[in-house]
């Protein structure tokens, strides 16, 4: 397997990742950042895998079910044929809450004929550290590891359990079941209630893509990957997570991997602003909530990311029993750029909150607590808009004068002042007008390089960086300003390569960057299609989705030379680009908005 030919499955709880051959080879249970049960992805030996395997004439193929996200690998040899659907539960119960159980459902669909398939049941618990065991009980076989703490599996199924244990052929008779389990079922399992689950978990996804606003072009596209947004974000706390995986390498061999299983301010902001404009206003709320809770009262330090439950210290360590995603060490678990001072997660965050007002009317149960959060992002940019910073590529040695995080300070003023008019809250407006006049012309005067005749990555730098084409979206600058036309043409000379995009090219704390960042790709077709280039835009688009796995899933980077997708998957960062660039090829109108057009 030379690409991330994983689809996804979760709950909003925790999520698992399966191979296009049907292997189950990432999960980390009961949540998404606790340590994994299945770990394959990050080595092949000792990470631990729940595979299906058949004989070399069947035909495996996979799909998701329509407008869900339930998935189904079809093993196929002409005359057998079965499909196994993986999901994890979710549906509403019957007073209003969740059922979304750390649980992982295998169903085992008998289509024709009488298929036979082997199970390699190898979980390996708490990231492989120690040896995982397998007792045989009841009803079910527990998987037990005791190295640093005791921890459990379940798996509960109505097939032979030796069978399953022993790896012997097995001949579908009849459907059948999985049920993996991170705690002890109370009620008897049984292939009815698993049906159940399946399907209930089928209307609930059914109904959240219904409430999703639909585009006359690119609607799969847009719903797939809002789908898998949603599965990034976390029911209990309200965080959005930036991927669901770990050390997956931007590059294979080198060292760029990181852990990505937390809230950053950032990717977060940006991921709700997206999924809001799509009608899903309560996600919205959650994290604003969520953002309520985690900054202390009028306190002005806020982390760039936060645990998905709002901790604030996620030290970095690795794990040098794991070889890594195709041999690229190191394995990392916790992100130690927590503590890095970032300028421009204000002006995102105040952008989000800004939304939300306009949006929702200032409905929101929280309008006072953001409002509080407001005027403390405003006192925070005033004091620390003209420091240098580590920027939004987490440069981990130097500090700059970064222009993205400048123009982000911008907006967090901009924003507050547009919010203080919404809610008729303007006695500070004067004061914070100044403060934007003067962060306005500075970016004018310092970020701009004469000869290179664009906005750089910093001041006084001949560097370019993909950052600088959000100055437009953001409303810094407009689309037909001559500078930022320029801006794009030399960003494109400088930073595209065969229609992708490098994030930068100078040198970080690493090297040189060898791979694509995808999100940049996005951001430079969007610009194309300011400027006025849209067919241009439109054909790097529809390459750019060519790009995606058979499942129409991305991940964070894309090499420039083979189109493999590398690191962290599926990103967020890269969905909700995709999202915005569709949009934009929509002009903004919704399948409903033209179909109206076309009645009147």
Sequence with gaps: MNNLDYGIIGNCQSAALISKYGSLDWCCLPNFDSYSVFAKILDENKGGSFEIEVSDDYVISQKYIHKTNILVTEFNNGKDVFECIDFMPRYRNDDGSYYSPSDIVRYVKLISGTPTFKVNYDPKLEYAIGETKHKIGSDYIKS???????????????????????????????????????????????????????????????????????????????????????????????????????????????????????????????????????????????FLQFIIDIIPDKDEKIQIMYGINGEKKLSEKTLDHLEGYKKSSPVRIGNAAYHQKQNDIYGILMDVIYQQFMKFDCDLDNSEGLWTICKSIVHIVNVNWEKPDKGIWEFRTEERHFTFSKLLCWVAVDRAIKIGELINKTNKNERWIQLRDRIHNDIYKSAWNEEKQAYTQSYGSSDLDASTLLMEPYGFIKATDP??????????????????????????????????????????????????????????????????????????????????????????????????????????????????????
């Excluded at 219904?210 to 596209?221: A, H, L």
Aim: aromatic share 14%; proline share 1%.
């Design 483 to 600: 500078r930022f036309v320029s801006t794009v043409k030399a960003t494109e000379k400088e930073l595209c390569n065969d229609g992708l995009m490098y994030r930068y090219k100078n040198k970080d704390d690493f090297g040189l960057p060898s791979s694509s960042f995808t999100i940049c790709s996005f951001w430079f077709i969007n610009s194309l299609y300011k400027i006025g280039e849209q067919e241009k835009a439109k054909k790097l688009f529809d390459q750019l989705l060519s790009y995606s796995n058979h499942l129409g899933l991305f991940s964070e980077d894309i090499d420039f030379k083979t189109k493999r997708l590398l690191g962290n998957f599926p990103q967020a960062y890269s969905h909700l680009a995709l999202i915005e660039t569709a949009v934009n090829f929509c002009g903004g109108v919704t399948k409903e908005e033209k179909l109206m057009e076309t009645i009147h």
């Design 144 to 286: 037990v590891t005791n190295e640093d703490k005791y921890d459990t599996l379940y798996l509960y199924s109505d097939l032979d359990f030796d069978d399953i244990l022993n790896s012997n052929e097995i001949q579908l008779k009849n459907h059948a079941y999985f049920l993996i389990s991170y705690h002890e079922k109370i009620l008897m399992q049984s292939l009815e209630r698993c049906y159940l689950k399946l399907q209930r978990t089928r209307v609930y996804w059914l109904n959240w893509s219904e409430n999703t606003t639909s585009y006359k072009v690119y609607n799969d596209q847009i719903l797939r990957s809002a789908l898998v947004l949603k599965l990034l974000s976390y029911e209990k706390s309200g965080a959005v997570l930036a991927a669901a995986t770990t050390s997956l390498p931007e590059t294979i061999g080198e060292v760029r991997n990181w852990d990505y299983r937390f809230c950053w301010i950032r990717d977060a902001s940006m991921v709700i602003k997206v999924i809001s404009n799509l009608g899903h206003k309560r996600l919205a709320q959650r």
